[in-house]
């Protein structure tokens, strides 16, 4: 049987793509494809359609990575509306409940966001794709099925007061993995004693990523019309560049060679444990690696070509 031809290009790297209020994740990530021509990509977790901000994409053996940047610390910037309660937690979902805002001053907030600093337990929303016996929960919300939700453990790095502008509050959130900014804007508007949903959504930081370096579909369709493929790959970061919150272990050629038959190897001064990244000599980077019980280094994640 003849071998299938790969479609597009064989790119690898991260592209820290603005998202657009209104676009999929999904949708977003079909149009980067195009745009780069790309044989192979996949985005690191998805953002609500009314959510915009930083999607990093991930191409070819990228990928490979995406899942250290899903596990990865999440910054938001957020704004609120109080005294009403929404079927999605967001602006999306009909109001289901309205109350009375009371006179509340940033004093009254930062007070109650005291409760939600650090660990705490959050119940998902049943608008998530968090799956209950085989289903995604909003395909049985959609259906007007609620079920009985295990609460999950989340940590609140940060959480601060932007502005107050009543019945509005905007927040400023540094959070972990798994963390639902609706829910958190729905239960601060309940301990307010009012109600509360999320209008406005924007995603800053994923993990070592941060706004800059970010570029929205707009200015990228016009780099490609105007620049071709040149000019839209300078937009694209190295693979360990997501990965920077691991040491390095620089390798011998003899390591080298044996840790990408897929053997462990000894690799003198080596941290103790935990994941690192390898690379062949000062600058070739090989991929990820795990220090073993006995102190060898294992590889793990390893890239084509490294």
């Not at 990575?65 to 910054?75: M, P, V």
């Not at 905007?170 to 509360?196: F, N, P, Q, S, W």
């Not at 959504?201 to 929205?216: A, F, H, K, S």
Request: glycine share 10%; hydrophobic share 40%; aromatic share 6%.
């Amino acid at each position: 049987m003849a071998k299938r031809r790969s479609k597009g290009r064989n790119i690898n790297g991260i592209l820290l793509l603005d998202k657009p209020s209104g676009l999929t994740s999904n949708a977003a990530l079909q149009i980067v494809k195009r745009l780069f021509n790309a044989n192979k990509a996949g985005h690191t977790g998805s953002l609500d359609p009314l959510a915009s901000g930083l999607l990093p994409i991930c191409f070819g053996e990228a990928t490979k990575a995406s899942g250290f940047l899903l596990d990865a610390d999440k910054h938001y910037q957020v704004r609120c509306k109080l005294g009403e309660k929404t079927a999605t937690g967001d602006a999306e979902g009909e109001v289901i409940e309205s109350r009375p805002v009371p006179a509340l001053d940033a004093a009254a907030l930062e007070s109650a966001f005291v409760g939600f600093r650090g660990e705490i337990e959050q119940i998902p929303p049943m608008y998530s794709a968090v799956k209950h016996q085989g289903q995604r929960l909003y395909k049985l919300a959609r259906q007007g099925v609620e079920v009985e939700r295990e609460p999950r453990q989340i940590v609140i790095h940060e959480l601060s007061l932007l502005s107050l502008d009543l019945p509005y509050f905007d927040i400023d959130v540094h959070c972990t993995k798994g963390t639902y900014v609706r829910t958190l804007a729905e239960d601060i508007g309940e301990m307010l004693g009012c109600g509360a949903h999320v209008t406005v959504l924007r995603r800053l930081g994923v993990g070592p990523y941060n706004e800059t370096g970010m570029i929205g579909l707009d200015a990228l369709t016009a780099l490609a019309e105007e620049g071709g493929f040149p000019a839209i790959d300078a937009h694209i970061f190295p693979i360990e560049s997501a990965l920077t919150q691991w040491p390095d272990v620089r390798l011998s050629p003899d390591a080298a060679f044996y840790l990408r038959q897929g053997q462990p190897v000894i690799v003198p001064h080596a941290p103790t444990s935990g994941w690192v990244r390898l690379y062949a000599g000062d600058r070739q980077f090989l991929g990820m690696g795990e220090i073993l019980d006995d102190g060898r280094v294992a590889p793990k994640r390893l890239m084509v070509g490294g």
